[in-house]
């Protein structure tokens, strides 16, 4: 696509229930980052991908926290049991290949858990 | 790890004037790129500038430059003329060569008045 595309743009879901969020980055684009913006606050790192594959997950910020790439294309990451303090944008980027710096950003997913 | 500090959480500027966001950063290493980005309301994350750490040149967009200061760790962005437009959240970023982890300081909030 022409670029980063999210989905659901907003969600609001109950505390304990599951959430999907849906990044599909530009076509080609190998690298494939998660980050996690709380109310003003920066962005939190939470993990990226190398293809289909996901070397470092040391940012997810617990187990109920996933994310999967298949295809070397779209990713889904899921909150399990979602908590208040889940309530966040979360922003995808990807970039042409890993170690290159420059990233595109998706507009995000804000996340409300009531 | 490094580190990216703003130390402004918001700041205002008259329309047509100039205005001066910092930056320091926290690292050991020599190789590394430094970001400003513009997060408007809609949420997307718009790459501003950019500076490679080997160029002691600063860098410029038109009405953006950068001050970067390598000894002392800092990356200010200068906005020259201010437009209404311009009014974002602005977050510095960092990344090491043939690395996956950009760090993002964590905004300054800016408000262009007219």
């Known amino acids: 696509g022409a670029g980063v595309s999210q989905s659901p743009s907003n969600k609001v879901t109950e505390k304990g229930k599951d959430v999907e969020l849906r990044c599909d980055p530009i076509?080609?684009?190998?690298?494939l980052y998660w980050y996690r913006q709380s109310l003003g606050q920066g962005l939190e790192f939470l993990i990226y991908?190398?293809?289909?594959?996901?070397?470092?997950k040391s940012g997810l910020p617990s187990d109920r926290f996933s994310a999967e790439r298949t295809g070397g294309s779209v990713s889904t990451l899921t909150i399990q049991r979602t908590q208040q303090e889940d309530s966040a944008v979360y922003l995808c980027?990807?970039?042409?290949?890993?170690?290159?710096?420059?990233?595109?950003f998706g507009s995000g997913t804000q996340l409300s858990v009531l | 790890a490094q580190t990216v500090t703003q130390s402004q959480p918001e700041m205002s500027v008259q329309e047509a004037e100039t205005v001066t966001l910092s930056c320091t950063y926290d690292?050991?290493?020599?190789?590394?790129?430094l970001f400003w980005y513009k997060q408007p309301p809609s949420r997307q994350m718009i790459l501003v500038i950019r500076?490679?750490?080997?160029?002691?040149q600063n860098a410029t967009e038109n009405r953006f430059s950068v001050n970067f200061q390598k000894a002392a760790k800092s990356f200010s962005l200068k906005i020259s003329d201010s437009q209404l437009g311009d009014t974002a959240m602005y977050f510095c970023?960092?990344?090491?060569?043939?690395?996956?982890?950009?760090?993002f300081g964590a905004g300054t909030r800016l408000t262009v008045k007219p």
């Open positions: 500076q490679e750490a080997y160029k002691q």
């Open positions: 970023a960092f990344i090491f060569y043939n690395n996956n982890d950009m760090r």
């Open positions: 991908f190398q293809g289909n594959s996901a070397p470092d």
């Open positions: 690292t050991s290493e020599n190789n590394y790129y």
């Open positions: 076509s080609g684009h190998t690298a």
């Open positions: 980027a990807s970039s042409p290949q890993v170690s290159n710096e420059k990233l595109f």
